[in-house]
Nanobody, 115 residues
Framework: QVQLVESGGGLVQSGGSLRLSCAASGIISSIYTMGWYRQAPGKQRELVAAITSTDSTNYADSVKGRFTISRDNAKNTVYLQMNSLKPEDTAVYYC?????????WGQGTQVIVSL
């Protein structure tokens, strides 16, 4: 069975930093495109950052220069380093793994950025 488990969310003040982790099991995440999505109340879920099996990355315009996605294939884990956090970053952040037909989601981790 496939499982993606996010961790590292929490409450932080504006300008602070958090590092989210997504630990994968049941798949070899290195051959998947891994992504971080977020969903704020009343808004659509949006892609924040993604990293492919060849380590190509892409980011939402709103987080470029502030967030960094990376992976540690030996640990089967993907990270999202979030710096210079803003209140508009407040959302539930979800880890995603996809490769052709498979498409897996974690349970989400809450990030709240206060003023």
């Amino acid at each position: 069975q496939v499982q993606l488990v996010e961790s590292g969310g929490g409450l932080v003040q504006s300008g602070g930093s958090l590092r989210l982790s997504c630990a994968a099991s049941g798949i070899i995440s290195s051959i998947y495109t891994m992504g971080w999505y977020r969903q704020a109340p009343g808004k659509q879920r949006e892609l924040v950052a993604a990293i492919t099996s060849t380590d190509s990355t892409n980011y939402a315009d709103s987080v470029k220069g502030r967030f960094t996605i990376s992976r540690d294939n030996a640990k089967n884990t993907v990270y999202l380093q979030m710096n210079s956090l803003k209140p508009e970053d407040t959302a539930v952040y979800y880890c995603n793994a996809r490769r052709n037909f498979p498409n897996y989601w974690g349970q989400g981790t809450q990030v709240i950025v206060s003023l």
